[in-house]
């Protein structure tokens, strides 16, 4: 806490400076925490202290190391670093930035959180916290997933592109050149600032681009070489896929934002299953409808309404086609079961037709055609908010 109050100082002081130099910003900031870590070190440990620290400095940290931008990737942030630094290849990247893991690993790294910053935080002096949101750690955390690289992969399945994508007119308007973790998602067609649909390739040579390839370039071809600011900006996009993407945008900036709450994911998720069922039942649609809808299996849209994720094969596109269909965003239905714990609580389950009671009732599956079934701990009796006439007649026989 104490160094980032200094660094938020040092950055000030800095702008306040050179206001007209943004590159010399990092310079100030980096000599002004150098000497706040060495009165520091030498007040609380000694002269001595601060020479092994200094030795440590000179030989694990880069010399320039900028603090990464709002919603920038991890992979855009290591080809700053590496462009900077005059590092020139993928390998020599992550023997300093990733030293503990395969470089094999490094070179697939698709902005998903690595088993450990450590390196990184040496390497560029920014604390975990800071790394963290460069990937979408806090995304898998807010739906209670593992944060390893795997899992996290295959939650965003279907949801992120494998490639570059971007806007060129954000390029140009850039002071820093980097690349945002919204770009990745799929269902973000369209720049929202400047009303045009996002390039998937090179506007020069038609090539795709990697999210991390060396010689390190940010924002130019490694094919062509030439500047994506430079390409024609893609069709304009029409107001109704402006207004979907504005949604998605919202969600994902939501989503990746760090939240106090995440550290209880698992207990958060389970909730917000029970709002969405609580929602569609509002709307008289079974489990089976909205499968059918949104096209995927009842197991996994089971797998959304319980909180159980554990052979589900619930995505997070999965998430967004269900909640869409329900004509709902994300954000609202996380904010709504955040601000009321007990927004769809005990209170609100159906009472029992047979004994008229509703304070032992619990959810009891689904029957064949999707609709939830509760039973009665009381009398002992299973039902649905909705029965046919025989199932009535049974109830009361």
């Known amino acids: 806490m104490i160094d980032f109050a200094v660094d938020r100082y040092a950055g000030v002081t800095a702008s306040g400076l050179y206001p007209n130099h943004p590159w010399l910003w990092d310079r100030v900031i980096n000599g002004y925490m150098l000497a706040w870590r060495r009165h520091f070190l030498e007040a609380q440990e000694g002269k001595n202290a601060w020479k092994e620290f200094l030795m440590r400095y000179y030989f694990d940290v880069l010399p320039l190391h900028p603090r990464p931008e709002y919603l920038e990737s991890l992979t855009s942030y290591l080809m700053r670093l590496a462009e900077l630094n005059g590092i020139s290849s993928v390998d020599g990247l992550s023997a300093l930035c990733f030293s503990h893991q395969d470089r094999r690993i490094t070179r697939e790294i698709a902005d998903y959180p690595p088993v450990s910053f450590h390196d990184l935080m040496k390497a560029g002096t920014w604390s975990e916290e800071i790394l963290r949101q460069t990937t979408f750690l806090h995304l898998a955390s807010k739906f209670g997933r593992s944060t390893l690289p795997q899992p996290v992969s295959r939650f965003l399945s279907g949801f992120i592109g494998q490639y570059l994508r971007y806007c060129p007119a954000c390029f140009a308007e850039q002071q820093v050149r980097h690349y945002l973790l919204s770009w990745r998602c799929l269902m973000v067609t369209c720049c929202l600032r400047h009303k045009c649909r996002l390039l998937e390739a090179c506007g020069h040579c038609g090539e795709l681009i990697p999210l991390l390839i060396s010689p390190f370039a940010l924002g130019r071809c490694p094919r062509c070489r030439r500047d994506l600011k430079l390409c024609a900006a893609a069709s304009g996009a029409?107001?109704?896929?402006?207004?979907?993407?504005?949604?998605?945008?919202?969600?994902?900036?939501?989503?990746?934002?760090?939240?106090?709450?995440?550290?209880?994911?698992?207990?958060?998720?389970?909730?917000?299953?029970?709002?969405?069922?609580?929602l569609r039942q509002m709307r008289g649609l079974t489990a089976v409808e909205v499968a059918g809808q949104i096209g995927v299996t009842i197991t996994v849209v089971q797998g959304i309404e319980r909180g159980d994720f554990q052979g589900r094969g619930a995505t997070l596109l999965c998430y967004f086609k269900y909640a869409h269909f329900l004509c709902l965003?994300?954000?609202e239905v996380f904010s709504d079961v955040i601000n009321a714990p007990n927004h769809v609580s005990a209170t609100s389950l159906p009472p029992c037709p047979a004994c008229q009671q509703n304070n032992r009732i619990i959810r009891g599956g689904d029957n064949r055609s999707g609709t939830q079934r509760y039973e009665c701990q009381h009398c002992r009796r299973s039902f649905t908010v909705l029965p046919k006439a025989r199932e009535v007649k049974r109830l009361f026989s």
């Open 238 to 278: 029409s107001e109704t896929e402006l207004e979907a993407a504005t949604h998605v945008h919202d969600d994902i900036v939501f989503l990746l934002t760090p939240q106090l709450w995440e550290i209880d994911g698992l207990s958060v998720i389970k909730r917000v299953g029970r709002r969405l069922t609580h």
């Open 329 to 331: 965003d994300l954000k």
